[in-house]
């Protein structure tokens, strides 16, 4: 007898985000295979090599529901293809960390939409389970990290101590004379976003170090560029405020040329830097109450935008973008003849 679940079919929601699920924890296995062959500090390796059981705990649990279902499993990404065996270090052990950090806070987000999107039970759990993985990677990477003094907190503030309220018209301004200071709310995306993209220039300065087609190399130093941009523009707006600005992870990248992944898995990888950015941005957009902000994250979307549509074209120009999920196109099934 068929349980309750067995004889539901998955919506295209749950299809859509297991695909996902599937895909970006095999880039992460193979991320993980390079910084467990390279890594040098012992104190990182039980961190490396959980976030690696994890994504392929992920990925078998979710394979063997694709193929339980009769859904063709992605290909993704495989180490024995994307991933060059012992190639020098790239990026530090520093960094290592910061991009296991960046892994979970995208877990986390993403296993949440994962599980409020799904109405079967067992893909619920399954991404209740998966949520629960990536917090606890989360708090072991914090906890690791500030034992080595190398986490970076959002600033402190003063502790408001009685209940005020808005008196100022310019409280929504920002174009023309004296700025109000930042809320709290607004210093908290501003710093995601900072530590977003120095995430994203470090790996746009690695890179085109190693990369081996010219056209790709020299869309990476395009993302170095926008990220720097970028960082720019966050920092002028916290310094107005005399808020500290993030750090710099820029001492993170090697002088190695020898890649450590292919081109097609590089690319991938700057895709989904940029497609984070463009949705952190938005939860900016959507936090903050200064209009001159609001442009400003306005113009970062539309640039985030542009520059991954072209990462886009770029592997659909060499058959490497693997079709997600799709609904028919009704219209070419009526004029198959």
């Known amino acids: 007898?068929?349980?309750?679940?067995?004889?539901?079919?998955?919506?295209?929601?749950?299809?859509?985000?297991?695909?996902?699920?599937?895909?970006?924890?095999?880039?992460?296995?193979?991320?993980?295979?390079?910084?467990?062959e390279s890594y040098s500090d012992p104190d990182i390796h039980p961190i490396l090599e959980q976030t690696k059981n994890i994504a392929k705990k992920h990925m078998n649990e979710t394979e063997q529901l694709f193929l339980k279902e009769k859904i063709a499993v992605p290909e993704g990404f495989k180490v024995g293809k994307h991933v060059i065996p012992g190639a020098p270090k790239l990026f530090s052990d520093m960094f290592y960390m910061q991009y296991v950090l960046q892994i979970c806070r995208f877990g986390i987000a993403s296993h949440t939409v994962g599980l409020?999107?799904?109405?079967?039970?067992?893909?619920?759990?399954?991404?209740?389970?998966?949520?629960?993985?990536?917090?606890?990677?989360?708090?072991?990477?914090?906890?690791?990290?500030?034992?080595?003094?190398?986490?970076?907190?959002?600033?402190y503030m003063t502790y408001p101590i009685k209940i005020d309220y808005v008196?100022?018209?310019?409280?929504?301004?920002?174009?023309?004379?004296?700025?109000?200071?930042?809320?709290?709310?607004?210093?908290?995306?501003?710093?995601l976003n900072a530590f977003q993209n120095e995430i994203g220039r470090a790996t746009c300065v690695g890179f085109p170090q190693v990369a081996q087609e010219r056209e790709i190399r020299e869309y990476f130093l395009r993302g170095k560029h926008l990220t720097k941009h970028i960082l720019s523009s966050i920092h002028d707006v916290l310094l107005e405020s005399d808020v500290p600005n993030a750090m710099s992870w820029d001492q993170s990248v090697t002088d190695s040329t020898i890649p450590p992944f292919s081109d097609h898995l590089m690319?991938?990888?700057?895709?989904?830097?940029?497609?984070?950015?463009?949705?952190?941005?938005?939860?900016?957009?959507?936090?903050?109450?200064?209009?001159?902000?609001?442009?400003?994250?306005?113009s970062f979307i539309t640039k985030a935008g542009a520059f991954g549509e072209d990462g886009m074209d770029l592997m659909i120009e060499r058959r490497w973008r693997e079709q997600p999920p799709t609904f028919e196109d009704r219209d070419r099934l009526a004029k198959r003849d």
């Open 1 to 36: 007898m068929e349980s309750k679940d067995e004889s539901v079919k998955l919506t295209s929601a749950e299809v859509s985000v297991l695909w996902g699920t599937y895909v970006n924890d095999s880039m992460v296995d193979c991320i993980m295979h390079h910084f467990l």
């Open 116 to 155: 409020t999107s799904a109405a079967r039970e067992d893909v619920r759990k399954m991404y209740k389970d998966f949520y629960d993985d990536a917090s606890q990677l989360y708090n072991d990477v914090v906890n690791l990290m500030e034992n080595k003094g190398t986490f970076v907190r959002i600033p």
């Open 167 to 191: 008196n100022k018209e310019n409280f929504l301004t920002g174009w023309f004379g004296r700025k109000r200071s930042l809320l709290g709310i607004e210093v908290i995306h501003l710093m």
């Open 267 to 298: 690319l991938y990888i700057i895709g989904i830097l940029s497609n984070l950015g463009v949705a952190t941005y938005g939860a900016g957009l959507s936090a903050t109450m200064r209009r001159d902000i609001s442009a400003m994250y306005a």
